[in-house]
């Protein structure tokens, strides 16, 4: 194994996360990697992402490629996957986690709690809607597509006055300096991290990528999706999930949001550091939540 291909996104944000991914596992494994750039539909189109089968569209181009051969192992944000497994793909490594927030770009550097009332916020999720409007009832919240410049440009440019984006993709990329606020709520299940695919069975890739993984970040990331996956709950329910390892345990916030931002219901939990990631299932994350559980679930329902 001399030269590894790495499938990713063509995009400024895909391509410096893949190559960060690559360099890592470089000098982990002694092989030489090379990116090998793919398009998804999700680049092509235009429209809502929850209309062209949620953010789980710019995986698809992806995982096809790695089936075919096309390339040997790919980087996602995690946030993006489709809780269901793949079949013939297993995530391989999960690398040290960025940071989990959101984060508010405003034109003139206002906070959220001081823009005007009737001032336009850009974002492209669901739950970010739900959870702006929760603060802030009187913003009008609006839909945006594009690359994290392009919805850049359109503050600037004045098309909205504030927009709502994760604080790990523009550091990534160097757009610190747009950021006004970093917003305190929970976010999206394993918002910062990064999933590393291969194929099922490919020993040599695995165990190369494997290399770089990090425990904390893989056991927080996957106990937040294992919660997304019970609650049957994806890109379009606003639904936020933080876990937060310790050296003793781990805390873990679920919260799910009507669509409007006018409800919330909340469930916190302390579990042991050393659960079983491969036995967390549905079951045992409705044991975690017992309590809270019912109306966690009801209200998912009702905002899928």
């Given at each position: 194994?001399?030269?590894?291909?790495?499938?990713?996104?063509?995009?400024?944000?895909a391509t410096t996360q893949s190559q960060h991914v690559a360099d890592a596992v470089a000098a982990a494994s002694g092989a030489s990697v090379e990116l090998v750039p793919i398009t998804s539909a999700g680049d092509v189109l235009t429209g809502p992402l929850a209309q062209m089968g949620g953010t789980g569209v710019?995986?698809?181009?992806?995982?096809?490629?790695?089936?075919?051969?096309?390339?040997?192992?790919?980087?996602?944000?995690?946030?993006?996957?489709?809780?269901?497994?793949?079949p013939g793909?297993?995530?391989?490594?999960v690398p040290v986690r960025a940071s989990q927030r959101d984060v508010l770009c405003s034109r003139d550097g206002v906070p959220l709690a001081d823009l005007p009332p009737g001032a336009r916020v850009?974002?492209?999720?669901?739950?970010?809607?739900?959870?702006?409007?929760?603060?802030?009832?009187?913003?009008?919240?609006?839909?945006?597509?594009?690359?994290?410049?392009?919805?850049?440009r359109k503050v600037y440019d004045g098309e909205f006055d504030a927009i709502v984006?994760?604080?790990a993709g523009l550091r990534r990329i160097g757009r610190d300096a747009a950021i006004t606020e970093i917003l305190d709520w929970p976010t999206s299940a394993a918002q910062g991290a990064l999933a590393v695919e291969a194929r099922d069975g490919d020993?040599?890739?695995?165990?190369?990528?494997?290399l770089i993984e990090d425990a904390d970040t893989a056991l927080a990331a996957h106990l937040e999706r294992a919660v997304l996956r019970w609650l049957e709950a994806g890109c379009a329910a606003p639904v936020a999930i933080d876990a937060v390892?310790?050296?003793?345990?781990?805390?873990?916030?679920?919260?799910?949001?009507?669509?409007?931002?006018?409800?919330?219901?909340?469930?916190?939990?302390?579990?042991?550091?050393?659960?079983?990631?491969?036995a967390v299932s549905a079951d045992v994350v409705a044991e975690l939540f017992a309590g809270g559980a019912g109306d966690l679930a009801d209200l998912a329902g009702t905002s899928r």
């Amino acid at each position: 194994m001399t030269t590894l291909r790495l499938g990713t996104r063509a995009s400024l944000l895909a391509t410096t996360q893949s190559q960060h991914v690559a360099d890592a596992v470089a000098a982990a494994s002694g092989a030489s990697v090379e990116l090998v750039p793919i398009t998804s539909a999700g680049d092509v189109l235009t429209g809502p992402l929850a209309q062209m089968g949620g953010t789980g569209v710019f995986a698809t181009a992806l995982r096809d490629a790695l089936l075919r051969e096309e390339c040997d192992f790919l980087v996602h944000s995690m946030k993006d996957l489709p809780t269901a497994a793949f079949p013939g793909i297993v995530v391989g490594a999960v690398p040290v986690r960025a940071s989990q927030r959101d984060v508010l770009c405003s034109r003139d550097g206002v906070p959220l709690a001081d823009l005007p009332p009737g001032a336009r916020v850009g974002t492209g999720s669901p739950r970010r809607v739900a959870q702006v409007r929760s603060r802030r009832p009187d913003l009008v919240v609006e839909g945006i597509r594009g690359n994290v410049d392009s919805r850049l440009r359109k503050v600037y440019d004045g098309e909205f006055d504030a927009i709502v984006l994760a604080e790990a993709g523009l550091r990534r990329i160097g757009r610190d300096a747009a950021i006004t606020e970093i917003l305190d709520w929970p976010t999206s299940a394993a918002q910062g991290a990064l999933a590393v695919e291969a194929r099922d069975g490919d020993a040599d890739v695995l165990a190369a990528i494997g290399l770089i993984e990090d425990a904390d970040t893989a056991l927080a990331a996957h106990l937040e999706r294992a919660v997304l996956r019970w609650l049957e709950a994806g890109c379009a329910a606003p639904v936020a999930i933080d876990a937060v390892v310790a050296p003793d345990a781990v805390t873990l916030v679920a919260v799910v949001h009507s669509e409007d931002g006018t409800r919330a219901v909340r469930a916190d939990r302390r579990l042991p550091h050393d659960i079983d990631i491969e036995a967390v299932s549905a079951d045992v994350v409705a044991e975690l939540f017992a309590g809270g559980a019912g109306d966690l679930a009801d209200l998912a329902g009702t905002s899928r």
